[in-house]
């Protein structure tokens, strides 16, 4: 019988998609509406004093959507929000399919993260590449534009050395230069929104103070040599980040583990866990402390980041 639920359910949720012509860019825009409603003129005016502070939900999915489209897969985000929906759907299939109501919110709330985390480790992935180049890639070109004075000239004689992601994007800024603008300055601020990064974006802003001042460009160095120093901080706590993960997916495993392994022990104790209401709220309990825990997890075990 819940096999039949079950298809009736997926059968309504198709058949509602039909009906109301959902699309995946239609999704992104109710699930964008939905994260950041409107704001009065007083809200607008309070958060731009700084009085007041946009919601986490809103701010995450921006900087999650800006990331991706600056890593040129903004269609991701699209992605990453039609299957939210179906994760929403999927997770509330799953708890009706044990015969466990109180557990819909919890996995709707899990389900739903896991395309958005997906999405993060591509943006985590692609900003990991980016740091492992950034440091040689600035040190050469600040060492060639402290012997010639020109940013441009400086970058085009090094971008062939360098690799990618970062070859691609100072080829850009000499392209832009180049054939687009012969604006420096506007190049540059081009140049800095394209990486993630506060020690680059340091860089870049000294380097538009240098085009008044040249004196300045002998502070480029010490700013390229933040790079390394975050670098060997994030080596040095790496293995205790990794090893903090690997005790928490252990304990979260066996927790979970238990589940099944009581029924092989104890099918009375089975049986009083999944088939009674207080048993029921458990587990709900136990999952919501799971889905709590692995938030402040990966959001503690994230490397070291600079900030000013």
């Known amino acids: 019988m819940t096999i039949v639920y079950l298809v009736c359910f997926l059968l309504m949720a198709i ?4 009906l109301l012509g959902l699309t995946p860019e239609s999704i992104t825009e109710d ?3 939905f994260a950041s409603p409107k704001q009065t003129l007083r809200d607008k005016v309070l958060t731009a004093r700084g009085k007041k502070k946009s919601r986490k939900l ?6 999650i959507r800006d990331a991706l489209y600056s890593t040129g897969k903004g269609s991701q985000f699209t992605v ?3 299957a939210s929906l179906l994760g929403i759907i999927a997770g509330c299939v799953v708890a009706v399919a044990i015969n466990n109501y109180f557990l819909i919110p919890v996995f709707a709330f899990a389900f739903a993260l896991i395309p958005f985390g997906f999405a993060k480790r591509t943006i985590n992935y692609y900003d990991k590449h980016i740091q492992e180049e ?3 890639a600035l040190s050469i070109i600040t060492t060639s534009y402290v012997r010639s004075d020109d940013i441009v000239t400086a970058v085009a004689e090094n971008v062939q050395y360098l690799k990618p992601p970062v070859k691609d994007i100072f080829a850009g800024f000499v392209a832009e230069n180049r054939m687009i603008t012969s604006n420096i300055k506007q190049s540059i601020k081009h140049l800095k929104e394209r990486v993630n990064n506060s020690i680059f974006g340091e860089w870049c802003d000294t380097l538009i103070a240098c085009q008044e001042d040249r004196t300045l460009k002998d502070t480029l160095m010490p700013i390229v040599a933040k790079l390394t120093d975050v670098r060997i901080a994030n080596s040095e706590i790496k293995g205790m980040l990794s090893a903090a993960r ?3 997916y252990m304990m979260a495993g066996m927790l979970v583990a238990n589940i099944p392994l009581l029924y092989f022990l104890n099918k009375d104790w089975y049986n009083a866990l999944m088939n009674t209401i207080a048993g029921k709220i458990t587990l709900a309990v136990s999952a919501f402390a799971i889905l ?3 938030l402040f997890m990966f959001k503690w075990t994230k490397p070291v980041e600079y900030r000013k």
Request: hydrophobic residues 55%.
């Open 15 to 18: 058949a509602i998609v039909l």
């Open 80 to 82: 990453a929000c039609a």
């Open 292 to 294: 709590i825990t692995a």
């Open 246 to 248: 690997i005790e928490y």
């Open 31 to 33: 699930i964008m509406r």
């Open 134 to 136: 950034l440091e040689t």
């Open 58 to 63: 809103t701010v995450e999915l921006n900087r």
